[in-house]
């Protein structure tokens, strides 16, 4: 029997892509229908798309399984940015207001159209967050219906390399597959991850994934930093892979003796690990090879927390991604940050039911595809079809049929945090900078007209001229009150 109304979601990582598809319940649970992996090792790196093609024929090969499972045609998936180059920059933007004025709402989105058309160079913006407008000397979250003569805003924009960006468009433009939204991933998984408790009280959220790790910092519910680390647990295997093993049996003596931490006090120098029945390795040596590793991307992850939230990360530091399941990793990252409060999220806060053991395992590695699955809220189904029927009889097309499920662009304030402009939210934007720039013209070139018209009247006024005239009529008002 074919599904009726689903969300399917497309996690692009360095070790797999990863489909699935789920209903969301009333009761706020997921009901997840189908999942398909599919190794990416060969064409993306540091969670970024380097081989097009490739990439478009992994799509194309996900797409055609989950429809297979779900005997349904799929329209358009939601899709999960991440991976390196993906880094948050402050910016401020600010307006001078005539008098006392009291702030409306098309201020806010004119202030945050300004800061959404910032230019950097080779960089996109997939995001803004904003983190406080100032108002005369207060700080507000809403500062409409407030009277100011000055209004700045304060944001976080997220930036992407714009070829890495396009890459991504490319491949599923090329796979003939309709994007229903693009998400930020940090953010997704930070919303299914994360309690509400955490982001208002300070945290620092991170995904210790195989080729990157990311570090997203919150404080009062707000997104403060995000950066995304060009190491991972892959970068644990080549290490190991050194002790002349390939890499497929590093990667299994990592995942079968790697700790994160060991007491000086427990190491048995006469203690050799086994590779295979024939090799061994020290295992001294192996567990500095780990722990030095490990050691350098603690430290490059709290190298990215900036120095004004070291004393305020109350919620503590939160750990997932297939990483966060080494041995010790929570004392590792207490000795390195000084942190006490250490949690490790094996799994996703809302209510999963599958039967899906990748999912069952609870070991963090689906959390990021979970939290982008929990964010689509527009169906992605089509028409059915029986996969197993008569070759062409109700045969699946080679491209989604067109959607128009597609919602209209949005204003500003209207796109919820994580999600990317659509190029027609872009283009809207970018209009309505252009019609504010006509109109402040417009009322320039009139104060200036208005000015000029004024000084040629004072100019009038003041001429030899006028003067002359103006001293025979007071000559003529003084004689006639002589006479008088």
């Not at 955490?198 to 950066?227: F, M, Q, W």
Request: hydrophobic letters at 35%; charged letters at 30%; proline letters at 3%.
């Amino acid at each position: 029997m074919a599904a009726k109304d689903f969300i399917v979601a497309i996690e692009l990582g360095s070790s797999k892509v990863t489909g699935i598809a789920g209903q969301k319940n009333l009761d706020g649970s997921i009901n997840v229908l189908a999942v398909v992996k599919e190794n990416s090792s060969s064409f993306i790196r540091k969670g970024v798309v380097y081989n097009i093609d490739k990439t478009a024929q992994c799509l194309t090969r996900i797409i055609k399984k989950l429809e297979t499972q779900l005997k349904t045609q799929i329209t358009q998936v939601y899709v999960g940015v991440g991976g390196q180059s993906i880094r948050s920059v402050k910016n401020v933007v600010t307006k001078d207001l005539p008098g006392e004025t009291i702030i409306t709402q098309d201020m806010v989105i004119e202030l945050m159209d300004a800061n959404r058309n910032m230019t950097y160079q080779d960089q996109e913006i997939l995001d803004a967050a904003v983190q406080e407008y100032k108002v005369g000397t207060q700080f507000q979250l809403d500062p409409v219906g407030i009277q100011a003569t000055h209004l700045e805003g304060n944001f976080l924009n997220i930036l992407e390399r714009k070829a890495f960006y396009r890459n991504l468009n490319k491949c599923f433009e090329t796979a003939g597959i309709n994007v229903a939204e693009m998400y930020l991933a940090p953010l997704a998984l930070a919303d299914i991850v994360l309690t509400e408790v955490e982001k208002r009280s300070g945290c620092a959220l991170v995904d210790l994934g195989s080729d990157t790790t990311t570090v997203s910092v919150y404080s009062k519910n707000i997104l403060r930093h995000l950066a995304v680390i060009p190491l991972g647990s892959n970068n644990i295997t080549k290490d190991i892979a050194t002790l002349q093993m390939e890499e497929s049996d590093a990667e299994k003596m990592k995942l079968k003796y790697g700790s994160a931490y060991t007491d000086n006090n427990d190491i048995d120098n006469d203690l050799k690990y086994s590779i295979d029945p024939e090799r061994q390795v020290e295992s001294r040596k192996f567990i500095e090879i780990v722990e030095g590793r490990l050691e350098e991307i603690i430290e490059n992850v709290w190298y990215q927390i900036p120095s004004e939230y070291y004393d305020k990360l109350l919620g503590g530091i939160i750990l997932t991604g297939g990483g966060s399941n080494m041995k010790n990793i929570e004392k590792a990252f207490v000795n390195h940050t000084h942190v006490d409060k250490i949690r490790v999220a094996k799994f996703v806060s809302q209510t999963i039911q599958t039967s899906n053991d990748d999912i069952k395992a609870h070991n963090g590695t689906m959390n990021t595809v979970l939290g982008l699955l929990a964010k689509g809220d527009i169906n992605c189904a089509g028409d059915a079809f029986d996969p197993n029927g008569d070759l062409f009889a109700n045969q699946r097309p080679q491209t989604p049929h067109p959607t128009n499920d597609h919602r209209p662009a949005r204003q500003a304030t209207d796109i919820p945090a994580g999600v990317i402009r659509t190029e027609a939210e872009k283009q809207k934007a970018e209009e309505e900078r252009r019609r504010q720039q006509e109109e402040e013209e417009r009322a320039r070139l009139e104060e200036e007209r208005r000015q000029q018209e004024e000084e040629a009247r004072i100019r009038k006024e003041n001429s030899p001229w006028n003067k002359f005239k103006k001293g025979l009529l007071n000559f003529g008002k003084k004689i006639v009150e002589e006479e008088d």
